[in-house]
C-alpha cells in the first residue's frame, strides 16, 4: 500500500503543496521500537510533521466478518480531520468508519507520534482469525480491497498535502454517535452469525462471549435510542471494546 501511494504520487509529474515522507518503520510488534526511535531522533523537528498516516490489517476484515469496513482511528484528536476522510471518494462497496483510538489502545506504530501530539490517523481492518498464525497465507488476503483503502489513503494524504490549513492536534478528541453505531453493527453481526452456527450444532461464540456480547449490543441499543452520547458511557464503551477485541477476536 505504502509503495503503490507513493508510485501514485510520482507520476503525477508535481509536487503537492507539503512534502511527503514514507516510512517504514521495524520492530512494531517489539514494543514499537522504530517508530518510537524516528520520534526521539527525528531528522527535522517533530511540530513540522503535519500528520502521520499508518495502516495495518487491511487484507482481511475484522474477525472475517461480512463487513466491508475500514475503521479510521485517531481523527478525533484532530478537528476537521474526520470531516476530510469523509470527502475523499472511494468505492460503493468499502465503508469508512471512524472510531476512537481509545476503543482499541496503543496497537501500531501511531503511538509515539500520538505521544508528542502529533495528528494522525490509523486505518485497519481489525484483526482476524489467523493474525498472528502461520495460517495467515497470502490466498485469504482481498486485493480489490486493499486497493479500496490505499485510494482512500492515497485522496487522504492528497488533500492535506495541498490544504490550506494543515491538521492541528485537539487535546479534547470530538467523539459521536458513528463510533456507537459501528459497534451495534459488530455486536449484532456477531450474535446473527452466532445464531445461524448454533443451528447448524456449531456455536461462533461459548456461552460466556454470547452472554456479554448481547448486553453490549442491548446497551448500545439504548444509547442510539437515546441520540445523545454521554461522556459518562464512555469508559463502559472503551471497556468493553477493549474485552472484545481481547476474547472474541
Known amino acids: 500500500m505504502m509503495l503503490e501511494i507513493a508510485r501514485l504520487f510520482s507520476r503525477e509529474g508535481h509536487a503537492p503543496k507539503r512534502s511527503l515522507v514514507f516510512l517504514s518503520c521495524d520492530l512494531e510488534e517489539n514494543l514499537l521500537w522504530g517508530s518510537r526511535w524516528f520520534v526521539a531522533h527525528p531528522p527535522w523537528p517533530l511540530e513540522r510533521v503535519k500528520l502521520f498516516i499508518t495502516a495495518e490489517l487491511i487484507g482481511r476484515t475484522l474477525g472475517d466478518l ?3 469496513a475500514v475503521f479510521v482511528m485517531g481523527g478525533e484528536h484532530s478537528r476537521g480531520l474526520r470531516k476530510l476522510v469523509d470527502g475523499v471518494d472511494h468505492a460503493e462497496t468499502l465503508e469508512v468508519s471512524h472510531l476512537g483510538v481509545d476503543l482499541v489502545g496503543v496497537r501500531s506504530d501511531y503511538g509515539p507520534f500520538k505521544g508528542e501530539k502529533v495528528p494522525f490517523l490509523f486505518f485497519s481492518g481489525g484483526e482476524h482469525r489467523d493474525y498472528h498464525r502461520p495460517t495467515d497465507t497470502v490466498e485469504k488476503l482481498d486485493y480489490t480491497r486493499i486497493a479500496q483503502i490505499t485510494q482512500v489513503v492515497q485522496g487522504v494524504v492528497q488533500e492535506v498535502a495541498n490544504a490550506e490549513q494543515p491538521p492541528a492536534w485537539t487535546d479534547t478528541p470530538e467523539h459521536s454517535l458513528d463510533e456507537v453505531k459501528t459497534l451495534e453493527r459488530i455486536t449484532g453481526l456477531l450474535l446473527s452469525l452466532d445464531d445461524r452456527a448454533r443451528t447448524r450444532g456449531k456455536n461462533r461464540l461459548s456461552d460466556s462471549q454470547r452472554f456479554t456480547v448481547s448486553n453490549i449490543h442491548t446497551r448500545v441499543r439504548q ?10 458511557e464512555r469508559p463502559w464503551l472503551v471497556r468493553s471494546a477493549q474485552w472484545m477485541l481481547l476474547t472474541v477476536f
Open 66 to 68: 461480512p463487513l466491508p
Open 223 to 232: 444509547m442510539l435510542e437515546t441520540g445523545e452520547l454521554d461522556p459518562a
